[in-house]
């Protein structure tokens, strides 16, 4: 299968030729992390591999001394080698000797943080943009501050956005056929629940109530709901229901297998908002994951379906989906300008915007999500209200859309379609 390039490409890149010695790239099974490094690794070692782990286990230093760049795949298969390849760079720190990709993150006590040695970046699912979209919009031209007119057009429409949904934005899966990406999906999620709790050291003593509260957790995305009511939502009808020391650590075992990457609650601090939310708002790695947990297909999701049990949230569960659809590329494209990804909701609900774009200076660019062609004074109303909240320190603000066009309105609030923006 030919390389797709990704925007993580452009940061590997800027990375190595300003001196960084080591990288880790950690995210999902099946994000692409082995074929991107690969693209500059001139030795492989595939840890996940028994014979290789072997090796590494007799004799490590054979690795570290290998032909540069080396990568070490699925580096958390053999932990120790992440002290080795830090002790490599504090004595030559020549750069790009180094890649470490790995799918699961282990707590061990013996391992250094990597700080100042080991930079990590995450990779996420493909974005739109990666997919073969041509966008016109740049999220760094929007954190730039500078309101630059806005244009370009889409032929993108509702059900192409529900097909990319359930296609996923896993590489090897989206190429396939429409049953066998459902064949390889099941069969990501049974791994997650047979396989690989174990390899973050948890023992899945009940394999069905895990499948279950994974179920009520993909029917709660783009929701803040409390985990007492995703409990609730997995265990409905069950006089017996799982202790919270069983399903919490559900939570933890699935952000070290970056399965699950809530979206945090904004929390500024150069003005006067108070009354935010602390709660974050959840979200699975990638949409499809949500979709086929809950046995939904493009007919289902178009034709107005719901999960069962039902999560409380506003909205319709495919505006959830595309919400998340949304946050997927907002998050690798924020990566790539030094941003991170958060969302805002007042304590009583009156204010909620979905995505909140953070630059390292603290300043923000507001973004909602709506899953309609069509923009009214309702759809901007919150993004008005924090403009009037926080003043300059709002860079912008935007709707993004199913539509066909991307303007600026009167009221200087940006209109994108989903395809239309990129990195």
């Known amino acids: 299968m030919a390389y797709l390039t990704r925007v993580l490409d452009a940061e590997l890149d800027r990375l190595i030729d300003g001196g960084i010695t080591a990288m880790a790239i950690e995210g999902p099974k099946a994000a692409g992390k082995t074929a991107t490094a690969t693209q500059r690794a001139a030795t492989v070692f595939e840890l996940d591999r028994p014979q290789v782990r072997d090796l590494a286990r007799a004799d490590p230093e054979r690795l570290i001394a290998a032909d540069p760049p080396v ?33 699961a993150s282990r707590n061990h006590t013996g391992t250094h943080s990597g700080a100042g040695r080991i930079i990590r970046l995450r990779m996420r699912p493909m974005a739109s943009a990666e997919r073969g979209a041509s966008p ?16 370009g057009n889409s032929d993108m429409r509702l059900d192409r956005y529900v097909e990319e949904i359930l296609a996923s934005g896993f590489p090897a899966i ?24 174990a390899e973050v050291g948890h023992e899945v003593r009940r394999p069905d109530v895990l499948l279950r509260w994974l179920r009520a957790y993909a029917a709660a995305v783009s929701t803040t709901a409390a985990f007492e009511t995703i409990r ?40 006067h908002l108070k009354r935010l939310t602390a709660a974050p708002k ?4 990638d949409p499809a994951l949500a979709a086929r947990l809950l046995g939904l297909d493009a007919g289902a999701l178009l034709s107005g379906a719901e999960p069962d049990p039902i999560v409380p949230r506003d909205g319709t569960f495919l505006g959830a989906l595309f919400e998340s659809l949304v946050t ?35 300043r923000v660019v507001a973004l909602e999500v709506k899953l309609s062609a069509n923009i009214d004074e309702r759809d901007v109303k919150h993004l008005v209200w924090l ?37």
Do not use: C
């Not at 016109?136 to 244009?151: H, K, N, P, T």
């Not at 990406?181 to 690989?196: E, F, K, M, S, T």
């Not at 958060?342 to 909140?356: A, K, M, V």
């Open 71 to 103: 990568l070490l795949d699925e580096w958390q298969q053999v932990p120790e080698l992440w002290d080795l390849v830090k002790r490599a760079v504090d004595q030559d720190p020549a750069p790009g000797r180094f890649m470490l990709t790995g799918s």
């Open 136 to 151: 016109s919009v740049s999220l760094e031209g929007l954190l730039s501050g500078q309101l630059d007119a806005i244009a």
């Open 174 to 197: 989206r190429r396939l056929g429409a049953a066998a990406r459902v064949a390889q999906l099941d069969g990501y999620i049974a791994r997650v629940v047979d396989r690989d709790f």
């Open 232 to 271: 609730d939502a997995a265990t409905a009808g069950d006089a017996d229901k799982p202790a919270r020391t069983t399903v919490g650590p559900y939570r933890d075992a699935l952000e070290r297998l970056w399965v699950i990457e809530e979206v945090p609650a904004w929390g500024p601090t150069k003005n």
């Open 282 to 285: 959840h979200q699975l790695a």
């Open 328 to 362: 997927l590329d907002v998050r690798v494209y924020a990566q790539a300008s030094g941003a991170a990804v958060h969302h805002l909701r007042t304590q009583r609900g009156e204010h909620e915007i979905d995505l909140i774009v953070v630059r390292p200076d603290q």
């Open 387 to 423: 403009r009037d909240q926080i003043g300059d320190e709002l860079l912008d603000a935007a709707v993004i859309t199913t539509g066909e066009f991307a303007y600026r309105r009167p009221d200087g609030i940006a209109v994108i379609p989903l395809a239309l923006l990129g990195p």
